[in-house]
Structure formats: structure tokens, C-alpha cells
């Protein structure tokens, strides 16, 4: 029984005395040169518009023509899905006030 509790005196002043250390924040920065990222940017895309050009055969996952024309087209494409739907709606409502003149009126 006297160990026990010892050894519980001695776990406390321990941590009291030795408190454990805090974590160290380690930040390695990274070189990032935004100029040769562009040149290999329009390499590559160079490359592939020459292959398109000759007739090669280019995924479409490779070539990238413009960040700014993708968001574009992803945005046009969802208005035109949006206002499909809209126009989907506006014709379900108009049958269904057609559908209820007609039972209201043969009701009445």
C-alpha cells in the first residue's frame, strides 16, 4: 500500500516541477518561383496546341486553355441548367392553374 501512494506523491510533484514541454510549431517555408510556374504553364500548352494542330491526339484532361475560361463555361452551364429548370417550373404551375380552373369550374 505504501508504494501506491508514493509512487502517486512522486507522479504529482513530478509534473509540478518537470511540466512537460510545449510542442514546437515547425514551419518549413517552400520556394515557390510563380515565374517559372507560368513558362512551364504556356510550355505545356504550347506543346499541346502544336500536337492538336498536327492531328495527335490530346486528352482533354491535359489541355488546359484558361483557368478564367473554365470557370466561365462551368458558370454558363449552370445558369443555362437554372433557368431550364425555372422555365420547367413555370409550365408545371401554369398546368396546375389550368387543372384546378377545370375542377373548379365543373364544381361549381
Do not use: W
Amino acid at each position: 500500500m505504501q508504494k501506491c501512494v508514493k509512487r502517486i506523491h512522486v507522479g504529482i510533484f513530478s509534473t509540478f516541477f518537470n511540466p512537460p514541454k510545449p510542442r514546437r510549431f515547425e514551419y518549413i517555408p517552400r520556394y515557390f518561383d510563380a515565374e517559372k510556374e507560368a513558362k512551364e504553364q504556356r510550355r505545356k500548352r504550347i506543346e499541346q496546341e502544336v500536337k492538336r494542330e498536327r492531328g495527335l491526339v490530346v486528352s482533354d484532361d491535359e489541355y488546359v486553355p484558361h483557368i478564367r475560361g473554365q470557370f466561365r463555361a462551368t458558370k454558363e452551364k449552370n445558369a443555362r441548367v437554372i433557368h431550364r429548370q425555372n422555365i420547367r417550373r413555370v409550365y408545371i404551375f401554369i398546368v396546375l392553374l389550368f387543372l384546378a380552373y377545370m375542377l373548379y369550374t365543373r364544381l361549381v
